[in-house]
């Protein structure tokens, strides 16, 4: 089974987006999140994602020292999603796909926060289907 990892500084919103989607679409495929200051899942994120039947309320904002040995030892792929700031670097073997994308969460978009999850929450999902060959 691969195993991927979506990471972004506070894995909140994109990354916990991110794994919430690729679980959805890729069931045989191990997917995980974390960030380097993880915080806590965006209400937001929780709320967008069940607009599209794909439930993340579970989730919880994690760093790289709360996954599994194994699955950081044998990741395939890691998947940078920041943008604006520096994500975090994990020593790994692990094929490295960036995909920025700027952070919904951000006090930037605070008069259309809603609508930018959603918009950040349609482009992983197409751009995790272009991936699919890779997967």
Known sequence: MKKIL???????ARSQMAEGIGRSLFPNIEFQSAGSMPSTVNPIAI?????INIDISKHYSKDF?????DFIKNLDCVIPLCKEEVCPILNSN?????MPFEDPASKNFNNNQLNKFRE???LLKNKLKELESYF
């Open 94 to 98: 692990a094929i490295i796909i960036p």
């Open 65 to 69: 020292e709360n996954l599994n040995d």
């Open 6 to 12: 979506f990471m972004c500084v506070a894995n909140s």
């Open 120 to 122: 950040v929450r349609d």
């Open 47 to 51: 709320k967008v994602m069940r607009e």
